[in-house]
């Protein structure tokens, strides 16, 4: 109703620990643009908006001043301090009542004293036990966190890195933290990045706050970083800042580049652009508190004027994707259409160049060491750049090439090991696969009892399977199953689940060398899909599954539900297949803006009739309920932008994808992916 009290909810973020978790406010109406109730702040005399709010609708406007009125006054508060008993000893004539003027409220050290027997001298007697002012103890038991149990796995260790300003002061490291806080500083000045102005009437500032972080090469410390970053939670759309997305390079096109450098003997190059986000112009007008510990003397109250964007800020990826992307441009490279972050350059000799840009790091290829490095120096120009010299690592996968040999590695060996350990898996017993055929996932294996929940409760069940699909996401095919099903429980996970956590960690335990190889072999895309029948045990949904190979080794897959259930294992591989020709395309456009141009591409199955399916345009009262969006695959085959090929079930690779395997098909299918120590 409007005009009635309302109570609105106060974020955690937003409230200390003693204030109040909801504000008493007046019910005006709701939010034009963005989903929400209006209401009027009477103490802070605003409009503010929210969507967590619990109405009173039979108090008004009248009610809500009588309760401010009430507590400003103190009345309906009850006095839980008693007053101080008079040491004198009241006979029957002598009123029993004192004045009020007389009265005077007790101390703490008072009722110390008097509990202590402190007036004993003066034959008082102390206070009655039932009478003693009696402090208010919280009830609650405090127990100590469970949520990382030992038993499961243990903690990410602490690096010694400082939370904040005040830890630095203390800091056994803290002239290196100071001085790694200065050269911030200097970057920050020599960007230009902000000036000092006063305050406009009506603006508000942003919060920051310092960073730091540990660069580590193994256990040896590299590098002392500090970064100042904003607190750009409470920046506002439409004042503070409007578009925020900023394109990363695809992981699939970081491998099938670094397949073509193995494949093509190509010289790969790693540079870093220091505090790239600082490079990125700003055209909001937004203010910031001066940074805690460099506050310009006799200049405290002013306030940093942004210039150019800050780490923190929402808009501060894109601003630097847009300074760097024009840049270039203006110098003759060309943005691939199929992914914006991978630049390419043909010169009249028939040489190139192809830049990738992950945020602030990029991997640039290319036949001509002298073209390669009049781009560094360009680029230096323009940017802070750090050269690294051969390209190592990215992403925390390592890079290894050997051009001698003509192969390139990439792993995540430290990674792998890293995990295991904080995982308190390092010493378990390898196995042979990284799922088991016992283990029957579901949902009716969640948890049911309130023990199995207090044991399940001190597992952070999907912290431990996201720190595993980075793994399968960037190196390891060969748990992209694996992974694919546990993860289909991260809300309500049971013991079984946890058991087959556990499982892939075992295999990880005795793979953990395990690389993508590329090279020795011609850069050819092929392409390989699957499809298990009702492979979900809940709602008998199949699973889709493909693999694609260039120059040796596999650089994309992908394991996932199909949306629909499939009503026939044709209907199912039918879908897979379709999965993987949208796929196909993809790669096949990436490859030729490459200037890659191949004599077919093939992506192979090992079903005959969804094939046929695929070729027949003719009505089949069979598959007259596939959705039409399924039936493209007849259009791109017919207009043969590829070709969907038999396969015999024993060679298709993307049966890993699907299904739990055998260990001997399952090591040949880890072979014919490139999947192989060093």
């Known amino acids: 109703m409007f005009g009635c009290k309302a109570f609105m909810h106060v974020l ?29 702040d009477p103490e802070k005399k605003k409009t503010v908006r929210s969507r967590d709010v619990m109405f009173h609708e039979h108090e008004k406007i009248n009610d809500l001043k009588e309760e401010k009125a009430t507590r400003s006054s103190g009345e309906g508060v009850e006095d839980l301090t008693p007053a101080k008993t008079p040491s004198r000893k009241i006979t029957n004539e002598e009123e029993v009542q004192a004045p009020e003027d007389e009265i005077e409220e007790p101390t703490i050290e008072e009722d ?43 903690l990410i260790t602490e690096e010694g890195e400082p939370k904040n300003f005040q830890e630095v002061q203390s800091h056994k490291d803290k002239d290196c933290w100071m001085k790694a806080m200065q050269e911030e500083m200097s970057s920050l000045h020599e960007n230009n990045t902000y000036k000092l102005v006063e305050l406009p009437k009506g603006r508000k500032t942003l919060k920051n706050k310092w960073v730091y972080k540990l660069k580590k090469d193994g256990d040896t410390i590299v590098r002392y970083k500090a970064r100042l970053v904003v607190k750009g939670f409470s920046q506002k759309k439409g004042i503070d800042f409007d578009e925020i ?27 870093d652009v220091k505090t790239a986000f600082l490079h990125g112009d700003l055209h909001e007008e937004i203010y910031m508190d001066q940074p805690e510990g460099f506050e310009e003397q006799r200049k405290e109250h002013m306030v940093c004027k942004l210039k150019k964007s800050l780490y923190g800020l929402k808009q501060a990826p894109r601003q630097w994707y847009k300074k760097f992307d024009s840049f270039m441009m203006s110098h003759g490279y060309q943005r691939t259409n199929a992914d914006p972050c991978v630049y390419i350059r043909l010169f009249p000799d ?15 290829l290319g036949q001509d060491v002298e073209k390669i490095c009049k781009l560094k120096e360009e680029l230096s120009k323009s940017f802070d750049m750090k050269d690294l010299g051969p390209a190592k690592q990215i992403l925390g996968m390592a890079i290894t090439h050997d051009r001698k040999v003509g192969k390139l590695w990439l792993s995540q060996e430290k990674y792998v090991e890293r995990m295991l350990e904080r995982f308190n898996m390092k010493h378990a017993k390898p196995v042979s696969t990284p799922l088991a055929n016992h283990f029957k996932l ?37 748990i992209a199953h694996a992974v694919g099903v546990v993860s289909r429980f991260l809300s309500d996970p049971g013991k079984i689940h946890w058991e087959a956590v556990k499982w892939i960690f075992k295999y990880l335990r005795g793979t953990t060398k395990l690389c993508l190889t590329f090279g020795q072999t011609e850069p050819i895309l092929k392409g390989y899909t699957d499809a298990d029948m009702a492979g979900d045990l809940d709602n008998r949904k199949s699973i889709s599954g493909y693999l ?13 539900l199909q949306k629909c259930v499939a009503l ?36 192979f199955c090992d079903s005959q009739s969804a094939i046929d399916l695929s070729k ?63």
């Not at 038991?141 to 243990?154: A, C, L, N, V």
């Not at 096109?253 to 790969?268: P, Q, T, Y």
């Not at 049911?448 to 390891?476: N, P």
């Open 12 to 40: 955690k973020e937003q409230r200390s620990k003693l204030d109040d978790k909801a504000i008493p406010c007046i019910f005006v109406g709701y939010d034009d643009e963005e989903f929400g109730y209006r209401l009027w």
């Open 112 to 154: 110390e004293a008097s509990v202590d027997g402190g007036n004993d001298e003066q034959g008082e007697q102390p206070l009655p036990q039932e009478e003693e002012p009696q402090l208010r103890r919280p009830t609650r038991e405090h127990k100590p966190p469970t949520r990382y149990s030992s038993s499961d796995y243990i």
């Open 245 to 271: 997305f900023s394109p990363v390079v695809k992981m699939s096109s970081i491998r099938i580049v670094l397949g073509l450098a193995a494949s093509m003997n190509l010289g790969l190059k790693q540079l």
């Open 350 to 364: 028939g040489n190139f160049i192809i830049l990738l840009l992950y945020v602030n790091d990029m991997l640039i």
């Open 442 to 478: 579901s949902k009716r294996s969640c948890l049911t009892t309130k023990e199995e929940k207090e044991k399940m409760s001190s597992i952070s069940y999907s912290f431990v399977v996201g720190s595993l699909m980075y793994a399968m996401v960037c190196t390891r095919p060969d």
């Open 548 to 560: 694609f190979t260039f120059a040796g080794g596999a650089v994309s897959w992908q394991s996932k």
């Open 568 to 603: 026939s294992t044709t209907e199912a591989e039918y879908i897979a297949a379709i999965e993987a020709g949208k796929e196909m395309l993809w790669m096949k456009r990436f490859l030729q803006e490459l200037g890659l141009k191949q004599k077919e591409y093939v992506v």
């Open 616 to 678: 027949n345009t003719m009505y089949h009262a069979r598959t007259k309920h596939i959705d039409l969006r399924y039936h493209r695959l007849r259009l791109v085959t017919e207009n043969k932008k590829f070709q969907l090929r038999k396969i015999h079930t024993n060679n298709n690779v993307a049966d890993m994808m699907t299904k739990v395997l055998p260990r001997e098909k399952f090591e040949y299918c880890k072979k014919l992916v490139g999947m192989d120590s060093k």
